[in-house]
């Protein structure tokens, strides 16, 4: 009598960690994508004064860094090496390193709450509502807000030393009163 043998489990795909070239994580990025790879670069909104001016933009978690998903069996890692952008794969003793099963979900969800969290906070201010400062030199201090000044940041209205001074703080460093 035979036994009935199941076939071996296929690995799911992996989460590896790619070293991209200097300043070119977005690059890289962008030509695994183009080769059909799944690929995921942690990204945060950065303000800047620049020549006077204030400015947004989207700069990498992990400078330097992105991660992409591999299937041991079946995908090519080959054209990984010489894609634009692209240094090495992260290895440990020449054998590439799986990144933890949930970190990428967890990084996923941090990013997807900190933008509902912040799209949230714009939407409940009204000109004219009495708010407190939360963190920052005027921390404690109340105010009253005045408009947004961005998609990040508010201007208020503060009363120190017996004189009036408009503020733009950033909308994490407020509570509404």
């Known amino acids: 009598m035979r ?3 199941m076939p071996p489990q296929h690995p799911p795909p992996r989460w590896y960690l790619i070293q991209c070239k200097p300043r070119q994580d977005s690059r890289a990025e962008e030509n695994l994508t183009r080769q059909a790879f799944k690929c995921y670069r942690p990204t ?3 303000e800047r004064i620049q020549r006077g001016r204030r400015t947004t933009s989207v700069e990498s978690l992990f400078p330097g860094y992105l991660f992409i998903q591999l299937d041991q069996l079946n995908d090519n890692w080959h054209p990984i090496r010489s894609t634009r952008g692209v240094n090495q794969l992260v290895t440990f003793g020449k054998q590439p390193i799986a990144v933890a099963d949930g ?8 990013s997807h709450n900190q933008l509902s969290a912040s799209a949230k906070d714009s939407i409940a201010l009204e ?5 407190r ?3 920052g030199s005027y921390k404690e201090l109340e105010a009253i ?3 947004h000044d961005g998609a990040e940041r508010i201007v208020i209205l503060l009363q120190l030393l017996h004189r ?3 503020l733009s703080v950033p909308i994490s460093a407020i509570e509404k009163t």
């Open 145 to 147: 807000f005045l408009s």
């Open 44 to 46: 945060q909104h950065i």
């Open 3 to 5: 036994a009935n043998r």
């Open 164 to 166: 009036e001074h408009t």
């Open 133 to 135: 400062i939360t963190s």
């Open 103 to 110: 970190l990428i979900e967890q990084l996923k969800q941090r």
């Open 127 to 131: 000109p004219g509502d009495q708010v």
